[in-house]
């Protein structure tokens, strides 16, 4: 059945995984269940309902945490990134355990956990977030940017970690459900051998092995089986930023430039966005025709941005 893009979407039935959690290194089990329309992405935990949302982030340290009212629930951002690439819009999402599995690291396992659920169209319309004025964040020499784009959501990202294997990569991606299953969600999480033992004293990263994250040393990836895409690295970060953009609560119409960001500055971009008002307007068109005529009021502020550009 093709799918209507501008309908919202759940699932026809339940689903569950099982895994380690990577930074607490405990067995944990993950449900996604169906959701009626307008209820959005919810967490639940031991009976508390956490939803989705930039105000309910409570941690951006080498993951994106959510919580509330001392319920939290950790490394919610490879999930929530699957969810967005399939374009999933309501959802009750029950963790057992403080943070969601890493499985093998990457978004793959959860979008394959999707299709078991099955998509379920629903009759009300999605609310898209039109971003009319660019919004930038930075911190040193990283950037993050939300601006106006023509189309739905893109991403273009470069990262330097200043390491012989992941220096100065950029991809770009017009994000798709078929471009995040094939260029995306198969990224893998990353790490450096070096920073093991500060991160396992610091509560973290305990669960992390060559089966949930790639790992390289001085000058080699110690995975036996290499990397799944040549520039894997600049991708899973796209993939990351995907998840933490979804905090917004809608899909996005933008266009985003990051520069060595990371979940931190994501997150600032995200409560920027939604702090300035006049930045971006919440759309709910019903059809391609509805959402030209509203892009078309746009037209003046792109050809500015792109002459800037």
């Known amino acids: 059945m093709d799918l209507h893009p501008f309908r919202q979407r759940s699932f026809k039935q339940r689903a569950s995984l099982s895994g380690i959690g990577l930074h607490s290194g405990a067995q944990v089990r993950v449900t996604i269940a169906p959701a009626p329309a307008d209820t959005g992405i919810v967490f639940v935990r031991d009976g508390s309902e956490i939803p989705a949302l930039a105000d309910f982030v409570v941690d951006t340290t080498m993951n994106t945490s959510v919580g509330r009212d001392g319920i939290r629930i950790g490394t919610v951002e490879h999930l929530l ?38 998509i379920h169209e629903l009759r009300q319309s999605r609310r898209f977030l039109l971003v009319r004025k660019a919004v930038t964040v930075t911190e040193g020499d990283k950037l993050a940017r939300l601006s106006p784009a023509r189309g739905k959501l893109s991403i273009n990202y470069t990262i330097d970690f200043r390491h012989p294997l992941i220096s100065d990569q950029s991809f770009r991606v017009d994000m798709s459900e078929r471009s995040f299953s094939k260029d995306i969600a198969r990224a893998r999480t990353f790490g450096f051998k070096r920073d093991v033992e500060r991160l396992h004293k610091a509560g973290l990263a305990r669960g992390g092995s060559l089966d949930n994250a790639v790992v390289v040393d001085d000058f080699n990836i110690l995975n036996p089986e290499g990397l799944r895409f040549p520039d894997e690295f600049v991708r899973h970060k796209i993939l990351d930023a995907l998840g933490d953009l979804s905090l917004i609560g809608m899909p996005v119409i933008g266009h985003m430039t990051a520069v060595k960001s990371g979940h931190a500055l994501n997150h600032q971009l995200v409560r920027r966005v939604l702090a300035e008002g006049e930045a971006c307007e919440v759309v709910q068109p019903s059809a391609a025709d509805e959402l030209h005529e509203i892009q078309e009021r746009l037209l003046p502020v792109l050809a500015l941005e792109e002459q800037v550009a």
């Open 81 to 118: 990134a699957a969810l967005a690439g399939c374009g999933i819009d309501n959802a009750y999402l029950e963790v057992e355990g403080p943070e969601v599995p890493i499985m093998d690291g990457s978004s793959e396992p959860f979008v394959a956990l999707i299709r078991e659920a099955g």
